[in-house]
């Protein structure tokens, strides 16, 4: 009997226990909310440690991976070798001038936003131009007539510049100038 006895206040005891142990124990669901609450910060913390370069790897393996299976799909389906090929052929055939066509359309959009950017520079720099102090046309060479870069009498235009400084002018030759400043 004091075997039973001692069991039975030993059960006592331990539901007393457990009931006080509640009331400064946190429940099953706060521990539970308070997991879901650390796992979501560390989850936060890797994705920001992680490496955009593992992050670029989980978007290949997302383009990658169902290639991968369709093909797996085509080489184990109930077809002859010479039919299983010919899909194939196929397939990579329309895939490969779907790409060519994307390619020629993105060259042309390339090339037409490549004209308009020209275009809008050349008209910026016409608007430029024009607010210029010289009105004459503009040789080939280039016209200095007008702005600061023209010489003064005082200076000397040096050999190599002077036919194009003449054509700047408007005359042929350094002859026709001695002649009209006479």
Do not use: C
Request: hydrophobic share 35%; no cysteine; net charge negative.
């Amino acid at each position: 009997m004091k075997t039973s006895k001692l069991i039975n206040m030993g059960k006592d005891h331990a539901h007393d226990a457990f009931d006080m142990a509640k009331d400064y124990l946190p429940s099953t669901h706060q521990l539970a909310k308070a997991k879901m609450k650390a796992d979501k910060k560390l989850a936060m913390g890797a994705a920001k440690a992680m490496p955009q370069k593992v992050k670029r790897m989980e978007l290949a393996k997302l383009i990658v991976l169902p290639i991968a299976g369709a093909l797996a799909g085509l080489l184990f389906a109930p077809k002859s070798g010479k039919a299983l090929r010919t899909d194939i052929k196929s397939k990579i055939t329309d895939a490969k001038d779907t790409g060519m066509e994307k390619g020629k359309e993105w060259k042309e959009m390339g090339v037409e936003k490549a004209q308009d950017m020209k275009e809008n520079h050349m008209e910026k720099t016409d608007i430029e131009h024009k607010g210029a102090l010289s009105d004459e046309p503009e040789s080939a060479h280039g016209n200095v007539h007008g702005t600061p870069a023209e010489p003064t009498e005082d200076q000397t235009i040096p050999a190599d510049k002077l036919a194009e400084t003449l054509d700047d002018l408007g005359y042929d030759s350094e002859e026709e100038l001695i002649e009209e400043e006479k």
